[in-house]
């Protein structure tokens, strides 16, 4: 089983719409959470960290369920400006080093 | 501020070549990493550094060495270069006050 799991998509959806991604992790001793976003050939850049009781930036709220070992993204009325790969991304181990999803690929359309 | 900086861009190598990735920050971090990042495999995790003169290895570090004599900056040398090492390479480093990780733009290698 791989580290971090998401659904690779792609996610097409019109502007306006709510999308929701999820991942799974393997590594229940993991110690925090994140979504990172990546626009095309450009670095990843953080989205928000994922916290315990659920957290809301805007129109993106994220959801950790740590019983589950589930993460969940949610965007709310979709703007083209979405478009990019989103990062499911923990950290955990003995370093604390970052597992990074491979992605999940969203196009918002006109 | 300039962040995360890495040169070149952009390289092109011929396989057995050997050349340095440069990777430099201002934020006075004291974690760095490399990663690689290829279609359909995500971001893999290839050296990093928790502090100046203290380097390990990550997920994939055969065909890389890393040294970090400054806290600024962390390069990373390929010694015999392969077309398997084709990929973009981001550098990062993280902001422990606030679990922040920083990438670099990245450099685009090619190994023919």
């Known amino acids: 089983r791989k580290e971090v799991e998401q659904d690779p998509g792609p996610f097409n959806v019109p502007e306006g719409a709510t999308v929701a991604f999820n991942c799974t992790y393997s590594n229940s001793a993991s110690q925090s959470f994140f979504w990172y976003r990546q626009d095309c050939r450009k670095e990843p850049k953080l989205l928000m960290s994922v916290y315990s009781s659920g957290n809301e930036d805007g129109r993106f709220t994220a959801q950790l369920?740590?019983?589950?070992?589930?993460?969940?993204?949610?965007?709310?009325?979709?703007?083209?400006?979405?478009?990019?790969?989103?990062?499911?991304?923990?950290?955990?181990g003995s370093q604390g080093n970052l597992i990074f999803g491979k992605g999940t690929k969203l196009s918002v359309k006109p | 501020?300039?962040?995360?900086?890495?040169?070149?861009?952009?390289?092109?190598?011929?396989t057995g070549q050997s050349m340095t990735l440069q990777c430099a920050q201002d934020m006075n971090h004291e974690y760095m990493s490399w990663y690689r990042q290829d279609p359909g495999m995500g971001l893999r995790l290839i050296h990093y550094s928790v502090?100046?003169?203290i380097t390990d290895q990550g997920?994939?570090?055969?065909?890389?060495?890393?040294?970090?004599?400054?806290?600024?900056?962390?390069?990373?040398?390929?010694l015999s270069a392969a077309p398997s090492q084709t990929s973009v390479y981001f550098c990062a480093s993280r902001d422990s006050s606030t679990d922040t990780q920083y990438f670099g733009p990245g450099t685009r290698l090619t190994v023919l």
């Open chain 2, 1 to 14: 501020n300039a962040g995360v900086t890495q040169t070149p861009k952009f390289q092109v190598l011929k």
């Open chain 2, 51 to 53: 502090g100046a003169g």
């Open chain 1, 65 to 92: 369920n740590r019983a589950s070992q589930y993460i969940s993204l949610l965007i709310r009325d979709s703007k083209l400006s979405d478009s990019a790969t989103y990062l499911c991304v923990v950290r955990g």
């Open chain 2, 59 to 78: 997920e994939v570090p055969n065909g890389y060495n890393v040294s970090r004599s400054t806290t600024e900056d962390f390069p990373l040398r390929l």
